[in-house]
C-alpha cells in the first residue's frame, strides 16, 4: 500500500519531530515505506492532503495534534483515503479515543497496519471538525493557550488563569433537535469526542462513532466557583454539579447578539 506521512514539526512544541527517527526505525524493521511530508504553517496540512488525495495514495498517516489532524482530515473528507493518526500534539485528545493509551509502538502498528474505523465528522458553519466545539470560557481559554509557549495541561491552566481574571458571561439561544434553551453560559462544549484542552472531559461519555453530539452547557458561574468547578473536568465528574447540563442531538443551533469566542478542534475560529 502506498502509505503517506505528514507531519507539524511544531505540534506539541516540536515533540512531533522528536518522533520522526522513532517512526523510521520501525517502518524499516517492519518493511513499510512511507513519503514524507511536513508543515511550514498554518493551512499545510490541508494543502498536503490534498496533494496526498491527487496522488493517489493508500492511506495517509499524520503525526501531530488535534489541529493537524483537522487540517488533514478535512482534505480526506469524501474520498476513500483512511487516516492514521500519531500522537505527536501537545493534548492529542483525538487521538486518545483511539485507546493505544500512550504506547507507540502500538500507535504505529495501529496507524500504518490495522483495520479501519468509520468516525463521525461535524461540521461547523460548513468546517469540519473531527473533535470539540468549544465557546465560551474554553474558546478563549484555547486561543491563550495557542499562544503561549507552554504546552499541554501547563498551558493549558496558565491560559485558564488568564481567562478567569477575564471572566464574562454569554447569553445564547441554543437549539439542539428542536429544542430551545435560552441561557447564560460560562461555556458550551459540542464534543464528537470526550475530552479538550489535553485532558479535560467535558463530554465524558461521547463517542466518536454513534451519531450524536455530547453537549455540555456549563451555566453562567460566578468567578469564585470557577475553581471548584475546573478540577472536576479531569475525570468527568463535573457532570453532576449544578448548573452543568448534558445533552445529546444530532444538530446544534447556537444564536447570540454577542460575538462568540469559539474555537474548532483546538483552534480559535475567527469569523464567529
Not at 482534505?75 to 483511539?98: C, E, H, R
Not at 485507546?99 to 461547523?124: E, I, P
Request: proline share 4%; with cysteine; net charge positive.
Amino acid at each position: 500500500m502506498k502509505n503517506a506521512l505528514i507531519l507539524n514539526p511544531t505540534s506539541g512544541g516540536g515533540q512531533s519531530l522528536k518522533l520522526l527517527p522513532k517512526i523510521h526505525a520501525w517502518a524499516k524493521s517492519n518493511n513499510i515505506d512511507f513519503e514524507f511530508y511536513s508543515t511550514t504553517r498554518p493551512g499545510d496540512g490541508y494543502r498536503l492532503g490534498r496533494i496526498c488525495r491527487l496522488e493517489r495514495f493508500g492511506q495517509v498517516i499524520v503525526v501531530g495534534g488535534d489541529g493537524s489532524i483537522n487540517e488533514v482530515g478535512s482534505a480526506l473528507l469524501g474520498s476513500d483515503i483512511p487516516l492514521g493518526v500519531l500522537p505527536g500534539g501537545s493534548g492529542n485528545d483525538f487521538y486518545k479515543m483511539l485507546g493505544n493509551n500512550g504506547n507507540l509502538k502500538k500507535a504505529m502498528s495501529t496507524a500504518f497496519d490495522s483495520r479501519y474505523l468509520d468516525v463521525d465528522v461535524g461540521l461547523v458553519n460548513d468546517r469540519p471538525f473531527f473533535n470539540t466545539v468549544g465557546i465560551g470560557f474554553d474558546a478563549e481559554v484555547a486561543m491563550l493557550a495557542n499562544q503561549s509557549s507552554k504546552r499541554g495541561i501547563a498551558g493549558y491552566l496558565a491560559a485558564v488563569f488568564k481567562t478567569w481574571r477575564n471572566l464574562r458571561h454569554l447569553d445564547i439561544e441554543i437549539e439542539l433537535d428542536g429544542v430551545r434553551l435560552e441561557t447564560d453560559v460560562t461555556l458550551v462544549c459540542i464534543g464528537n469526542g470526550r475530552s479538550s484542552g489535553g485532558g479535560f472531559y467535558l463530554t465524558p461519555h461521547a463517542r466518536f462513532d454513534d451519531g450524536l453530539f455530547d453537549i455540555c452547557i456549563i451555566e453562567a458561574l460566578p468567578k469564585k466557583r470557577i475553581f471548584q468547578y475546573l478540577p472536576r473536568t479531569l475525570n468527568g465528574s463535573h457532570i453532576r454539579l449544578p448548573g452543568v447540563k448534558i445533552y445529546r442531538s444530532r444538530k446544534v443551533t447556537i444564536r447570540s447578539l454577542q460575538k462568540l469566542p469559539v474555537h474548532i478542534d483546538g483552534e480559535p475560529m475567527t469569523d464567529s
